[in-house]
């Protein structure tokens, strides 16, 4: 990815703090537009969403979590509909937070209606209300707007068309549009290609090579040309590999791929597959024709010859770079169109560089180690990778269609499992076929053993529910951990009259009869309640726009707030506000107001906790966290969806010091008697 393309993902996160975005426009429109008492029409609702943006679908079960487009037309006599709304082709996807399966569309949305019409002079309006999220910035956004369809004498118009602010989020596979997660992935793929010249197909080849170009050439000029054009054919035959695969493996395919059980059981059983071969149990090799007059070709003068000397390694060592090769493909399937590619650039980059250098400086030759058993321990070990990796796939097609297969404590049975025979094997206890017959144990594989035995160590405890987070990308979810001893002695500890923090409000809650906040925290779901409690105990408000269909906000809650350096300061520093944007608990009469953002009048909790949102902070998604002093006054710039314990910490103890400077200001400025 270029520089310039990750500065502008940059600037378009902090831009995106106080704007308000707009993520989908929508155009209507009625068929055929000059319908007649009698007739039956179709209406078209068709949004065009932005890139890297997503809108749930409307038919999907709306408990699950994330919030569905929902069209509500108004009764009048001059029409009826007929049969339901249709959402035209939705794709399907699978949240592993909310547990269940939700629809969605990219890049374009398209619902219909069909209506019968009913008198000549027609009035058809209502409105719709959905929900768009980003897996760039991690914000979702709800949204209502109306829409109308007057009869007249040039034929049915469309009233209400456009987009309109108001209301949040995701799509599961995180990694498919994340700028950050292609560069973590790179370097995966390029420590891949550095671990593929360890191998006993590859490593054997740099004297070869080097052998090759210094007696093709003795001229110092054309050796440095030769072997320039050596390691960039190199790093070009990958590319084109990832080139030609990468229109099968764009955002459309991601989510096909992300829950689907087929091709996740076929990546499990290919990952497996390369492990046995790893092992040494089969080769995985091209055909000895091909590849001898591939090599013939490497003969041939000029550049030319170099060029097929570069195909001639690539193919010869596809016995051992097959399953490398392999895993990153299948790794990056389903991601962004680049991902292929640019996987595919960092791997053969690794594995080029050191071929080029050994060509233009063939002295350095006497400075590796000669071949031994030890290239087939590397093989073996990195086996034992892809082992352990093969179940994460075949995880989630468990997870996703239900089968409870390979629950948390069996997942990590296995790799426990997996992780101790790799001990074992550094350690020279198990012998396998390609094996030296070495009785003593090297210096390296001692170190990689006691390394290997302490991650096996750190996996035990998350038999008895500990949550392991660092692996939290690689685990199946904690609900599925059948016996977690630390939740069960948390509760046996607190009792049955256990009320959490009730001391730490000055009055009882509004709504905490259906809104709460996680790990326990008490706090309030009313600005105004928040606000009068922050004046009487003199602590500054935390402010936390959240929604019930936020997956987002349910993310940073389990991966930030979690944290005892975050839940301890909301706890005991602050008033805690949650303000969920997407109620839809209508308050009284006497509590509606008409927004002067809209012009509309606002009268559920969440609407008027958005149009909070919008009039005083000019922003619109959610996670959005505020910290305000006790008259209501900002006291730092919000922040957002960020994964990062400690920036979000930073981000509480700037607001806290801030307010404390406020307060001795004010002390100091108290006359003395």
Not at 50 to 67: A, C, N, R, T
Not at 69 to 91: M, R
Not at 206 to 222: A, E, L, N, S
């Amino acid at each position: 990815m270029r520089l310039s393309v990750l500065l502008s993902l940059l600037i378009s996160w902090f831009t995106g703090i106080g704007q308000i975005l707009e993520p989908a426009k929508w155009q209507n429109s009625i068929e055929p537009s000059q319908p007649g008492a009698g007739d039956e029409v179709t209406i078209s609702f068709k949004a065009t969403i932005d890139s890297e943006w997503y809108l749930y679908s409307s038919d999907f079960d709306p408990d699950l979590g994330p919030m569905v487009t929902e069209f509500v037309f108004e009764p009048d006599d001059s029409y009826e509909l007929i049969g339901d709304l249709t959402p035209v082709e939705p794709k399907q996807g699978y949240d592993s937070l909310f547990e269940g399966y939700y629809t969605y569309f990219k890049g374009t949305g398209l619902f219909t209606q069909k209506v019968k019409i009913l008198k000549e002079s027609f009035w058809i309006k209502g409105y719709y209300a959905y929900q768009v999220c980003s897996d760039i910035t991690g914000q979702c956004i709800p949204f209502e707007e109306d829409f109308s369809f007057v009869s007249s004498s040039a034929g049915a118009s469309a009233l209400g068309e456009g987009s309109g602010p108001e209301k949040n989020r995701l799509l599961s596979q995180r990694d498919v549009s994340d700028p950050y997660a292609l560069w973590s992935f790179m370097v995966v793929a390029f420590l891949a290609g550095l671990a593929a010249l360890l191998t006993p197909c590859v490593f054997p080849m740099i004297p070869m090579t080097v052998t090759y170009f210094t007696g093709r050439d003795h001229h110092k000029k054309g050796r440095i040309k030769n072997s320039l054009v050596y390691g960039i054919s190199i790093i070009l035959i990958y590319v084109v590999i990832g080139s030609i695969l990468a229109p099968f493996m764009g955002p459309e395919t991601a989510n096909d791929l992300a829950t689907g059980w087929l091709p996740n059981v076929l990546f499990f059983l290919v990952f497996v597959i390369f492990a046995l071969s790893f092992f040494g149990l089969f080769e995985i090799t091209l055909p000895s024709g091909f590849v001898n007059k591939v090599d013939r070709m490497g003969d041939k003068g000029g550049l030319i010859g170099v060029f097929f000397m570069a195909l001639t390694l690539v193919l010869v060592s596809f016995s051992c770079t097959g399953p490398l090769v392999g895993s990153i493909l299948v790794e990056s399937a389903g991601g962004l169109v680049l991902k292929p590619i640019m996987g595919m650039l960092a791997f053969s980059a690794a594995f080029a560089i050191p071929f080029t250098l050994f060509a233009l400086f063939p002295g350095w030759l006497s400075s590796l180690p000669k071949s031994g058993g030890w290239l087939n321990s590397v093989k073996v070990v990195l086996g034992f990778l892809e082992l352990a990796f093969a179940f994460k796939f075949l995880s989630i097609a468990d997870q996703a269609y239900h089968w409870h297969i390979l629950d948390r404590e069996v997942y990590l049975s296995i790799w426990i499992v997996i992780f101790t025979l790799m001990g074992f094997y550094l350690m020279g206890k198990i012998k396998l076929p390609g094996d030296s017959d070495s009785k003593t144990t090297s210096v390296p594989g001692l170190i990689l053993a006691i390394i290997t035995f302490s991650f096996v160590v750190y996996l035990i405890p998350g038999l008895f529910g500990a949550p392991l987070k660092s692996l939290a990308g690689y685990l199946p979810p904690m609900s599925s951990h059948d016996f977690n001893i630390s939740e069960i002695v948390r509760n046996e500890n607190r009792g049955s009259n256990y009320i959490p923090y009730e001391n730490d409000l000055c009055e009882e809650p509004l709504y905490a009869d259906f809104l709460e906040l996680p790990h326990g925290l008490r706090g309030y779901f009313d600005y105004d309640q928040a606000l009068a409690c922050a004046r009487e105990s003199n602590k500054p408000i935390f402010i936390d726009f959240t929604g019930h269909g936020c997956v987002n906000c349910r993310e940073m809650e389990a991966r930030v707030w979690v944290e005892p350096e975050v839940l301890n300061r909301l706890r005991e520093r602050f008033i805690v506000a949650a303000l969920y944007v997407d109620d839809k608990t209508v308050l009284p009469e006497s509590e509606w107001y008409t927004s002067e953002y809209d012009n509309k009048i606002k009268k559920t909790i969440g609407k008027q906790n958005a149009d909070f949102q919008i009039t005083r902070f000019n922003n619109n998604a959610q996670p959005f966290y505020v910290i305000l002093d006790q008259n209501g006054n900002l006291l730092v710039e919000p922040t957002a969806y960020d994964l990062n314990v400690s920036s979000f910490v930073a981000f509480l103890d700037k607001g806290l010091e801030k307010f404390n400077q406020q307060a001795g200001s004010l002390t100091s400025a108290i006359p003395t008697e």
